[in-house]
């Protein structure tokens, strides 16, 4: 049988939220039995997002195979189980970058190069490509209706419509509804001038999914059925939610799941969402709560980390706990222990993430020092393994200047190096260590105990590297080496066997963890600062009651 296709488009306003629509009409998918994939394409003319700014676009999610792509595939990884790759993610760029080259080599035997065939040709062979050996491919058209980059796409689309047919098409349009708070009034228009906008370009939308932070009442939905040429049950309430994992019951108790399945004729099977339901019942109803401060320099934008944070909330959920993530801005920290003493000392765990470049590495070495000293459970991924390796080097063993050469290029201690291999590379789109490399453990290790394996695989995405010229002085000084490239070339672990939870990794565990399968480092870190924070909070409570009660010495002359 033939793959069905569901197309995903946005319109009226941005960040309405189609790629959790996406990955959530997946996830429902696949509780009805069905064999699901999902792709992204992204209208701007960068190649990929690699060298996109994180201010602008939120986090580089890295695939498998090294791909650096959208976030939005990190939802459908997390929501489902489908293998991506960069299949998964086009740009506009990179559908041009292809045809330049395809012309370059005469592969088009001196045609005119167009828009309509070639551009359109290009995204549908890329669909067509990630539907093979699945039931449903979900495709989202990244956007807004009416830009006029997103064109070629939604032409592309219109034309496999047309070429497939109504069975094996379905156009799922995602729309805002506002409530005007002056008026109080829910407001249709938006949402039929978006559809408006559609079909001046030949595409009608099957079911909309309206945005809006209320149900919508029968009478608003019979309303935009009439005006958008729609069926009263294909109007699908989107609405608000505490928890992103309680969109996809949300979308199953408005029957877009049934909708789906009668549209595009195939066989209704019962759903299974048992596992969705256990953890939207934690989200709600947590045993306590943890709290864990991240110290990076993009905390003004926290879609710069939107793996982590998920990965942490896994983490969470693990545990029954409640979540209270806050972002330190490292540049704050810079001043030294006094800051930290000021800053630091209410939270379970800390956590210094990726990033790049120099700005606010001083405080992350403060806020590495501090937990390190006063034994707060520790994580650093990437660059908080980096910093984590300078600050041991600098404050343990005795090596005052020691840093990496990204940030001091003439230091006289080069703890952290550029990559052998890309030296003299200069070209940043591409160029770094990308995608799953396997990683050998050492028994006995803390992360030993945590994976419960010898031999791991883990996605990276970084430039510099453990300089092992430097092993020996700082094992020697009680930091232990816990991870390493088979071939014993890279040190993708460290851990400091006198702290009760203190792990560095190389590599981004975030990009694997799932609400269902939350990550062993996460689920670890999350479990040990929660143990330090009742600890914590007793050792307290003890002292000032041992304050309240000391008898009160009065001084004599």
């Known amino acids: 049988m033939s793959a069905k296709y569901i197309f995903v488009t946005g319109g009226v306003v941005s960040s309405l939220g189609k790629g959790l629509a996406a990955a959530s009409i997946g996830c429902l998918l696949e509780s009805r039995g069905l064999k699901v994939n999902l792709m992204k394409f992204d209208p701007y003319l ?44 086009w740009t506009t760029g990179r559908i041009y970058e292809q045809i330049i080259a395809k012309e370059r080599r005469g592969d088009y035997l001196g045609k005119t190069v167009q828009v309509i065939p070639h551009v359109t040709n290009e995204i549908k062979a890329a669909m067509k490509k990630v539907a093979q050996d699945v039931d449903v491919a979900i495709v989202e058209i990244g956007g807004t209706v009416g830009d006029i980059e997103s064109l070629p796409f939604l032409e592309a689309i219109r034309q496999m419509r047309q070429e497939l047919g109504r069975e094996h098409t379905l156009f799922m349009h995602v729309t805002l509804v506002p409530f005007i708070a002056a008026a109080q009034e829910l407001k249709t228009k938006p949402t039929q001038h978006s559809v408006k906008e559609l079909l001046s370009i030949g595409i009608q939308p099957d079911i909309l999914l309206c945005r809006t932070d209320r149900f919508l009442s029968k009478e608003i939905k019979s309303k935009i059925a009439l005006f958008c040429n729609v069926e009263d049950e294909a109007v699908i309430t989107a609405k608000d939610v505490a928890s992103i994992y309680e969109v996809p019951l949300v979308l199953s108790n408005e029957g877009v799941d049934t909708l789906v399945l009668r549209y595009l004729h195939l066989e209704p099977k019962d759903h299974d969402l048992k596992e969705w339901e256990e953890i939207v019942r934690r989200v709600y109803n947590p045993k306590a709560e943890v709290t864990i401060a991240i110290v990076g320099k993009y905390v003004e934008y926290e879609d710069s980390y939107k793996s982590l944070k998920e990965a942490l909330v896994h983490g969470a959920l693990a545990h029954n706990l409640k979540l209270t993530l806050n972002w330190v801005e490292a540049e704050g920290l810079e001043s030294g222990q006094r800051a930290c003493k000021e800053q630091l000392p209410d939270y379970d765990g800390i956590l210094v993430p990726g990033g790049f470049g120099k700005r606010g590495i001083e405080g992350m070495l403060q806020a590495i020092r501090y937990a390190r000293e006063n034994k707060v459970p520790y994580f650093g991924i990437c660059l908080g393994m980096q910093t984590a390796c300078v600050e041991y080097a600098r404050n343990v063993a005795g090596l005052a200047e020691a840093n990496s050469s990204e940030f ?51 996605r990276h995405r970084h430039r510099y590297e453990f300089n092992r010229e430097y092993e020996e002085p700082l094992t020697a000084a009680g930091l232990r080496i816990s991870g390493s490239t088979p071939d014993g070339t890279y040190v993708e672990m460290i851990e400091l066997p006198d702290h009760p939870h203190f792990i560095g990794c190389q590599f981004h565990p975030e990009f694997k963890s799932k609400p269902l399968e939350p990550h062993p480092l996460f689920k670890s870190f999350v479990g040990a600062a929660y143990e330090y924070g009742v600890k914590r909070r007793a050792d307290k409570a003890a002292a000032e009651i041992e304050m309240f009660h000391r008898p009160e010495k009065v001084g004599r002359r």
């Open 46 to 89: 960068n190649v990929d997002p690699g060298t996109m700014s994180p201010f602008q676009h939120g986090e580089v999610f890295v695939t498998d195979d090294g791909a650096e792509t959208d976030l939005d595939l990190g939802h459908y990884e997390r929501f489902t189980h489908a293998k991506l790759s960069r299949d998964n993610n």
């Open 408 to 458: 001091n290029p003439a230091t006289p201690h080069r703890v952290i190096y550029k990559l052998r291999e890309l030296r003299g590379v200069e070209e940043l789109g591409g160029t770094m260590r990308l995608g799953a490399w396997t990683c050998k453990l050492e028994p006995g290790t803390l992360a030993h105990k945590i994976y419960g394996a010898l031999e791991i695989s883990e």
